[in-house]
């Protein structure tokens, strides 16, 4: 059961996430960014997040064993050096911890990604961490299957 909808009782908070979401989509690939959301989302366990951008990704004529493979990225052979840094990347700024983003994972992103692209997946992450944030505490919920 959901406990509050934000866009309608924080109606400004909630256009300021969606300015940053209109921005990482206007500047960062569509397909590494449904991974990085898809991976995220995973992370955090937002069952409504995992299944939009799944959905989103498939319709967009992602491979579903790709999706599929988020979850176990570093076993599966399935994604190219700069995916694969973009999901590492994502993997540590999700779970920041006290030690914040080790150094191997920035400079194996920073080989491959220019600094505006890397500023611009960060802001990604970052956006999708605030979405997973506020759909599970607000017990968002994915529509019914059909």
């Known amino acids: 059961m959901s406990r509050i909808d934000m866009a309608?009782?924080?109606?400004?908070?909630?256009?300021?996430?969606?300015?940053?979401?209109?921005?990482?989509r206007a500047n960062v690939d569509r397909t590494v960014l449904e991974l990085v959301k898809l991976r995220a989302s995973m992370l955090n366990?937002?069952?409504?997040c995992v299944d939009m951008h799944s959905r989103e990704a498939l319709e967009a004529g992602e491979d579903s064993r790709r999706?599929?493979?988020?979850a176990a990225w570093r076993e599966a052979p399935f994604f190219d050096e700069r995916e694969?840094?973009?999901?590492a990347l994502?993997?540590?700024?999700?779970?920041?911890?006290?030690?914040?983003?080790?150094d191997d994972v920035w400079d194996a992103a920073a080989k491959v990604w220019s600094?505006?692209?890397?500023a611009d997946l960060v802001t990604a992450i970052a956006t999708i961490?605030?979405?997973n944030r506020v759909a599970v505490t607000c017990r968002t919920q994915p529509p019914a299957l059909d």
Do not use: I
């Open 8 to 24: 309608a009782v924080a109606p400004e908070a909630y256009r300021a996430v969606l300015g940053l979401e209109k921005y990482v």
């Open 45 to 48: 366990g937002c069952a409504f």
């Open 67 to 70: 999706l599929f493979a988020v």
């Open 84 to 87: 694969r840094t973009a999901l």
């Open 90 to 102: 994502t993997d540590s700024v999700t779970r920041l911890g006290e030690h914040g983003v080790p």
């Open 115 to 118: 600094e505006k692209e890397l």
């Open 129 to 131: 961490n605030v979405w």
